[in-house]
């Protein structure tokens, strides 16, 4: 069953505006991470934050973490083209197995 | 330093047939997990692999298979293939030092396409 599913499932938004995406996930985690993927190509990490951790900022990129909630944000900044993409949160259940389960994802799409 | 390389880039197969699939990591890493990625049902891990060992595997059939040898290098096989097995195949390697996958970033491979006619 899928862990993690993201929220909206598309988004098209104007350069330069900022765009958020959010996901939720079913049971206590050890971590969550986010992967970006452009199309046809494989995934590449943008940020990981931990169950104990609220916040965390990389460039342009801010993920917060609402454990209570079960579930956690993407906020990129001042978009850009080149942020047209899918992005996919993964999380892993706080269990002995150390798998990592992916949502479905949201295709976003920076309009010139 | 290298990317992971996963080879073929593009494959098309039959019913009944099989496929092995092959994943090179980044130097250096250990840990290699295969994922399928169909618009369907996402991004679905396999398993992983960590010094030639499995140590986790997903919910899939035991057509699916795989295996690390000694210089992390990966592959994975299915075996009778079916028409759903078609899908982009991805490989991703990580150092895994503290905790396995799910503490460490995980780098991927641009995934080997997967048609099965």
């Known amino acids: 069953s899928q862990q993690g599913e993201e929220d909206p499932q598309a988004l098209s938004i104007q350069e330069g505006e900022n765009a958020t995406m959010n996901c939720s996930y079913k049971?206590?985690?050890?971590?969550l991470q986010w992967y970006r993927q452009n199309s046809g190509r494989g995934l590449v990490h943008l940020i990981l934050i931990r169950s104990n951790e609220r916040e965390k900022h990389s460039g342009r990129l801010r993920v917060t973490l609402d454990t209570s909630k079960k579930s956690s944000s993407l906020l990129i900044t001042a978009s850009r083209a080149a942020d047209t993409a899918s992005y996919f949160c993964a999380t892993d259940e706080a269990t002995r197995d150390d798998k990592i389960i992916f949502g479905k994802g949201t295709r976003l799409h920076i309009l010139p | 330093k290298a990317g992971v390389t996963q080879t073929p880039r593009y494959l098309i197969k039959t019913r009944g047939q099989q496929v092995t699939l092959s994943c090179s990591p980044i130097s250096g890493h250990r840990s290699v997990s295969w994922y399928q990625q169909t618009p369907g049902q996402g991004l679905q891990f396999l398993f992983e692999y960590f010094s030639e060992t499995q140590r986790n595997k997903g919910n899939f059939p035991g057509r699916f298979s795989g295996r690390q040898f000694s210089n992390s290098r990966s592959e994975m096989n299915v075996s009778t293939l079916e028409l759903g097995d078609s899908a982009l195949y991805l490989c991703a390697s990580s150092l895994a030092l503290a905790g396995g996958v799910s503490y460490n970033e995980q780098f991927f491979g641009p995934g080997t396409r997967l048609t099965v006619l």
């Open positions: 049971t206590s985690i050890n971590n």
